[in-house]
């Protein structure tokens, strides 16, 4: 048969069917989308500065076009919720897709303001000596070429500098921003991964130490594939069991209130099976991300292998975007499995807490140590999760957004203190911190006290917080495991505390670099919110208490 006649066989036969109906442009609201949309739009911009502009000034061109388009971003967020998005005017955007509430809005702008601080440390170039003449910073000269090889010792000399890690960084924040505010299960997917990838690639980038930083990226990655499979597969079994992936529909089908069921779906539709395992598989794949033990084994290689400044601003944002979208799937979608989901929690927030504390301990690498401090963190917000009410929102809310700027603070302040092998992260290195400068190792035990929750910090105000909100919720015993856990972890922030100033210095110690304007801003601002949050929170916890309620 000739094509012709084929062709015509086709086009004949498209005719004689019936007339397709029309197809509905989707409904796009771009101004409640526009903190996400300015983003995005300012990480193609990056990618397109990557290519055309010259080598030499694509640095300057990136931490601009960075900070602009995060600021802007956050002011659209304040806009958005100075115009009542956050509480009367809270809906389903994007045809379902995308919630914009108060929630979401306060989360991301938590996220926003870690993310501009993020910025900061990436754009650090004063720390580590010039090499050729050359300003260096944080991140390999050419990521591609393997370590100790001639191509990266000539990248070195001509002055190299990986500018790609703020495109990469504004993608990782655009997906942040999605993830807590997706109100169905591939949206939620979806900017699963558009975070996750530029992630791994971000810890894969050390200058010093190239080889540690390789292994930690593989091992997040490796790690990383299993829990966004499970979800998936989770979002399957779901979809299995409910018809749909809308947040609202599987809610419905859980509660027994939905009216119109489709025939095909009438067989699996309801199968409890269905909807526990995949309820399982999903928490599960958000647990690692929030780093709860038995999910945490990628926590301290990574947060040890990776650059201190990608460390930092992956400990604070990625807790903030996981934690976001896991109470929105607990509390918009399970609540009817209420019964089912808060005993496994309640395990995952004891062994967490208990965990993270107890193993803390025996770390002798500083970046180790605020990792296992990091798990036991998690536990602790895990304990607010489970009070499931509306101050269990708000006090997770308060806590995340404390908790990311002493987090940001706390890891700038790390790639301060140098030797000749670059960050000297070992805890001897630290002895005697305080009597050589007193002023960083001052700030770093500001940073310290919060992470143990002492009174007048963040850390007091945001675990009373949480601690209370369980209480009230019946999770009486939960909240004495929470504060023993807290008395554990206190020895082990002391006692950093107590050896940077009540021990002698070595002669052959380590140096405390003096940093740029943009480090020095990142700690500065991390002091001032530990501070403000702890002296004075309670316009904060009523800020967190207005933006605690998720539409549906």
Known sequence: MSASAVHSLWTTAATAAEPISKIDA????????????????????????EAFLPRKSRYYAQVFIAVVALAASFSAVVALAAGGYGTTKAHIAAMGAIAVDGPALFLQGTILLAGILGVFTFAERRLDPQAHGNRVDAFAAQAASVPGSDSEKAAVKAGFTTTEVFPLLLFAISGMLVFPAANDLLTLFVALEVFSLPLYLLCAVARRKRLMSQEAAVKYFLLGAFASAFTLFGIALLYGYAGSVSYATIAHVVDG???????????????????????????????????????????????????????????????????????????????????????????????????????????????????????????????????????????????????????????????????????????????????????????????????????????????????????????????VIGVISSAIAAFFYIRVIVLMFFSEPKPEGPTVAVPSPLTMTAIAFGVAVTVVLGVAPQYFLNLAGQAGVFVR
């Open 26 to 49: 989707p409904k796009i609201e771009y101004g409640q989308l526009s903190p996400t949309l300015i983003v995005l739009g300012a990480a193609v911009l990056g990618v397109l500065v």
């Open 257 to 479: 209130t939905i009216t119109n069921v489709d025939p095909a779906l009438a067989g699996t539709m309801g199968n409890d099976v269905l909807l526990l395992m995949g309820m399982a598989l999903v928490v599960m794949g958000l647990l690692f991300k929030v780093g709860a033990v038995p999910f945490h084994m990628w926590t301290p290689d990574v947060y040890q292998g990776a650059p201190t400044p990608v460390t930092g601003f992956m400990a604070a944002a990625t807790k903030v975007a996981a934690f976001g979208a896991l109470l929105r799937l607990l509390y918009v979608v399970l609540p009817g499995m209420r019964w089912d989901w808060r005993p496994v929690m309640w395990a995952v927030a004891i062994v967490t807490m208990l965990g993270g504390a107890i193993v803390a301990i025996t770390q002798t690498d500083i970046k180790r140590l605020l990792a296992y401090s990091s798990i036991a963190h998690a536990g602790f917000i895990l304990a607010g999760v489970i009070a499931t009410s509306p101050d269990g929102v708000s006090s997770v809310l308060f806590y995340l957004a404390a908790y990311s700027f002493v987090t940001i603070g706390a890891f700038a302040v790390v790639t301060l203190v140098r030797d000749a092998g670059g960050e000297a992260t070992h805890l001897s290195k630290w002895a005697g911190l305080g009597r050589r400068s007193p002023l960083v190792a001052a700030v770093f035990a500001v940073f310290l006290l919060a992470f143990a929750g002492i009174p007048l910090t963040s850390g007091f105000a945001g675990k009373f917080a949480v601690f209370k909100a369980a209480a009230e919720g019946g999770a009486g015993t939960l909240v």
